[in-house]
């Protein structure tokens, strides 16, 4: 397999896998979520069950021009309720895949937490991981977390760095490039998540992340470009090439995609990760673009 | 005097008023640094004076290229005391602005930091305010600090908004919008850094900041784009038109101008403030252009 360097050759590997995945959608009744889902299930990516409050779908005329027998709805009016259901659902092994629709976060948060019917097994760390395809950049970076832990710890910095090596794994990168992100290069332990970046360069040389390339902290002229990166003279593996960014906290992560998608038309799918299932969590404000590259992501991670 | 919007009408704006500032560089012995120099004597906004060693300047032949009455060198070999030197002739008010040439900053921070020699009055909190031109937003956006103060605390975060409001006044901006920037507009004080926001919110509500529009926690949809921002129903006075944006730490505000350089063209100039002159830092990665647009922005600033 060529390792997969934008959304379209995501969307042309899994037309090719031919694998339908079976994603259950908590209160998908807003448009965005809606065409997301259908585009998926027209590819052939997915056979959709729709668990929610039909009377509020705000467009029903959308499913007269999608009719298709991939899409099963499931009416459940009280939305509390059909997020319970959509987590047992994955948990019983009736769906692959997990995705948010008209639903507050905290509620399909405590959904996947709950200890005897959620998603998430003991002991793992729920974070996110995002891919970013960034025009003028010559491949897609994956970077975590934009979302859920403000300021990971030494812990769930690992795990999220783990979950980022097995993402790229599946897209067909052998060796990932990981740079672990600050403000500067120069590694200063009195500053905030310094000691935690050298710790990690320490397990790394052991060997605990396997097979890949590691450096930090790095600044983006380092991470993300050779010409500008070169100019510091610093030598490091990743030089321009990164495919996995680390960001110190979670600010850091969403200013950057942010910042991004604003004015270089950066285009952005991502998951939760840690779970038992890929979950597909997105704001009401990303476009059907980004649920769609966020349904394909969990296609290939399910 | 209408506001100057990009670094264009800041030239503009300069060549008009017609006034040359004395400029002092330490250590001005690359080409870029030169070159920025050359170009703002050219314009007729510095007088420039040169102070190192000059057995060390990259290409002597810019100096044939760019004669002229207001550039005079001063050769002091050994760059530590050039750089005292640099700081004595602005303390003594032979000179209106400070500029790093190839110095360390450790360097030239402690000759601006000594108590008896430097040139910050006690109580001052030294901080890096930029002028951020981005390709599709409408106005230049002013931000703190990419550089020097890894984690504001509340009284330096309050000084850095001060510094910023004053800059943008020199800048023709009668009514500056601030956003403090998070990952989000949640107001959440268990969060790093959004319980010194809301502090700010009352002391803006209480006068403290003057006749200036701020909101936040934002997130950079809401900050910088209308259109984005709107998804989200949130009420901000600020909404897509943000003049000055506050980020929530020195790593999250390099990201984003770093991010923003490399994938969207944008262009910075910036200074150290808290000095009782402005001071020209930049690093050796700037471009000769950046170098410009600072010493631009010291001589609005001067």
Known sequence: MNSISSFAELATHLKDVNIRRRMVVANAVDNHTLEAVFKAVDLGLIEAFLIGDVASIESPELFEHNPSPYIHIIDIPEVHEATIEAVRMVKSGEADILMKGLVNTDVLLRAILDKEKGILPAGNVLTYNAALEIPNYHKLLFFSDPVVIPSPNLYQRTAMIKYAIQTAYKFGITKPKIAMIHATEVANPKIHYMQDYLDIMQMWREGEFGDVIMDGPLDIFLALDKERGSIKKVQTPVLGDTDIAIFPNFESANIFYKGLALFAGAQMGGLLQGT??????????????????????ACVLS
């Open 276 to 297: 038992t299932n890929p979950v597909v969590l997105t704001s009401r404000s990303e476009s059907i673009d980004s649920k769609f590259y966020s349904i394909a992501m």
